[in-house]
Antibody
Framework: QVQLVESGGGVVQPGRSLRLSCAAS????????MYWVRQAPGKGLEWVAV????????FYADSVKGRFTISRDNSKNTVYLQMNSLSAEATAMYYC???????????????WGRGTLVTVAS | QSALSQPRSVSGSPGQSVTISCTGP?????????VSWYQQHPGKAPKLIIF???ERPSGVPDRFSGSKSANTASLTISGLQTEDEADYYC??????????FGGGTKLTVL
């Protein structure tokens, strides 16, 4: 079935790094752009990053630029989010999500994972 | 602070209609036509209910409709049902700023 399954969340100390993974199944992964979107506890949605279907282009929110890196391995149907120099403000549920467009970015998110929780605390 | 402004809450009774507004930048950089809306129930992942301002994905009831006038997009839910009680987020492509979400609106069905 069509799904996205995130993993890699947990409790991490401030200043440390964490890598999230998102395994896709049930669709042609290498034809879709992918997103990471986060949601702090009790707060709204915040776009984090997007990567094109072939990995040739990446875009980041200003709040994470220079510290977070999105990447993908189309041979493994997996997208990643490397998060460095973490601070408490990064505490959130991190959702992996798929763009609606086939071989193009349409800027609409039509498939979401269940999320993985990241807590930054000492 | 979100670049898309939504009311924090709206409410309505079963069977009624409610409209949630989403006000974008006053100067349209050309990206505020890529408007979508998401529904999120507590503890669940968001769900796409409107894309391209007014289109509905398959499976979304036609009680949900979207529109846009100038720099304000709107989501209208007609024939309110108890299961419509959720948070609703508007979203838009924001050019060099990537993607931006509204702050979210909590819909209460009285």
């Amino acid at each position: 079935q069509v799904q996205l399954v995130e993993s890699g969340g947990g409790v991490v100390q401030p200043g440390r790094s964490l890598r999230l993974s998102c395994a896709a199944s049930g669709f042609t992964f290498n034809s879709y752009a992918m997103y990471w979107v986060r949601q702090a506890p009790g707060k709204g949605l915040e776009w984090v990053a997007v990567i094109s279907y072939d990995g040739s282009n990446e875009f980041y929110a200003d709040s994470v630029k220079g510290r977070f890196t999105i990447s993908r391995d189309n041979s493994k149907n997996t997208v990643y989010l490397q998060m460095n120099s973490l601070s408490a403000e990064a505490t959130a549920m991190y959702y992996c999500a798929r763009d609606q467009g086939w071989l193009q970015v349409r800027w609409y998110i039509d498939l979401w994972g269940r999320g993985t929780l990241v807590t930054v605390a000492s | 602070q979100s670049a898309l402004s939504q009311p924090r809450s709206v409410s309505g009774s079963p069977g009624q209609s409610v409209t949630i507004s989403c006000t974008g930048p006053s100067s349209d950089g050309g990206g505020y036509n890529y408007v979508s809306w998401y529904q999120q129930h507590p503890g669940k992942a968001p769900k796409l209910i409107i894309f391209n301002v007014s289109e509905r994905p398959s499976g979304v009831p036609d009680r949900f409709s979207g529109s846009k006038s100038a720099n304000t997009a709107s989501l209208t839910i007609s024939g309110l049902q108890t299961e419509d009680e959720a948070d609703y987020y508007c979203c838009s492509y924001a050019g060099s700023n990537g993607v931006v979400f509204g702050g979210g609106t909590k819909l209460t069905v009285l």
